[in-house]
Each structure stands twice: as structure tokens, then as C-alpha cells.
């Protein structure tokens, strides 16, 4: 796992890409923290009364029609409801070289709130995009979270050797903002 020293200098070189560029007060010893963007998909339970699995992967509208998008403005809350999970992103672009694979963690002051911001937490090496974090409230009250506030952190990992991209990376690569799920293409399982 590269120290906070190593990511700064990763950073510096041009090779672990962060946009904007975290503030000092962002680093912790062995991580970089993330900030929660202001766009948000949140399933209308009045649209629909079960989520159909199979759907997900054979129609690529149905996440779209059974969600909303908001879009808050600068210090509006998202009330996060107990039970409730929502689809949001980071404010941050991130760029992972080959050599490296970077990891989400939640932060233990909202997981002591009941809030994990996060479920599918690898990020590949080759990623480039925003990251779409799965928010959840297993705690008993709402919570508020404001846009622009610390709701992950990252952590990098070196590989024993650089990965092979010439498969690609993701079907999510470039995604910008809370992405939905996508139905696989070609061989992907």
C-alpha cells in the first residue's frame, strides 16, 4: 500500500491522476480522501415495486426510468433516509496507472452515523472517471450529507507487475457523475 508520501509524488509525476487536486488536509497517512458530488440517482419507489435483475442487463433504459436525477446546489443537503441507498459520485476524476490498483473505504466518522458511502470498492488499474459510489443509511435516523463534503478515501495498492490493458478496463471507464448500471458487452460476465 503506497504511504501518503509515495501518493504525492505518484501525483506530482503525472501518474496517479486526481482532478481536482486534493487539498493537504485530504491526505491521511496511507489514503487520499474523496468529496461527494451533487448529482444523484435515486429509485422512485412509485415507479416500480421490485428492481428486475434481469432487466438491468437487457434493457439499458430501465434504471433510467425507475430513478431520479438531483441535482443540489451548493450547500443543500441530501437527506439520506434510513434503509435508502442512493447513487452518487465523486467530485474527483481519478486516473490509476498499470502498476497500481486503488481500493474505496468508507470514513469512520459516517460509518458511525450508520452511512457506507460505498459496495463495489476496487478500482482497476487503467481506470479514468469519476466514481460512482453506492451511498447507504443502515443506521435508524436520516442523515445529511452536503455536497463537496469528504465521503470516501482511496487507497493504492502496488501490483507485483502492470496489468495488461490491452482487453480495456471497464465498461464504466470515463464515466462522469453517478453512473447506473450498465449491461455487460461482449464477453464480459
Not at 69 to 82: A, C, M
Amino acid at each position: 500500500m503506497l504511504s501518503n508520501v509515495d501518493i504525492r509524488r505518484r501525483i506530482t509525476a503525472g501518474e496517479i491522476g486526481i482532478d481536482p487536486p486534493p487539498p493537504d488536509s485530504a491526505y491521511g497517512g496511507a489514503s487520499v480522501d474523496l468529496t461527494l458530488s451533487r448529482n444523484i440517482r435515486v429509485i422512485n419507489p412509485s415507479r416500480v415495486t421490485f428492481i428486475d435483475f434481469a432487466r438491468v442487463h437487457n434493457d439499458p433504459s430501465y434504471l433510467l426510468s425507475i430513478t431520479d436525477f438531483v441535482d443540489l446546489t451548493d450547500g443543500e443537503p441530501l437527506i439520506l433516509h434510513p434503509g435508502r441507498v442512493v447513487i452518487c459520485s465523486t467530485v474527483e476524476r481519478l486516473r490509476v496507472p498499470a502498476d497500481l490498483c486503488a481500493e474505496l473505504h468508507g470514513r469512520s466518522s459516517l460509518a458511525r452515523l450508520g452511512v457506507l458511502p460505498h459496495t463495489a470498492g476496487k478500482v482497476d488499474p487503467g481506470w479514468d472517471g469519476t466514481l460512482t459510489l453506492e451511498v447507504s443509511n443502515l443506521g435508524e435516523i436520516p442523515v445529511a450529507l452536503y455536497p463537496g463534503e469528504a465521503v470516501c478515501q482511496v487507497v493504492f495498492h502496488e501490483l507485483s507487475s502492470p496489468a495488461d490493458l490491452s482487453r480495456g478496463v471497464s465498461r464504466y471507464q470515463g464515466q462522469v457523475g453517478p453512473t447506473l448500471a450498465r449491461p455487460p458487452s461482449g464477453g464480459e460476465a
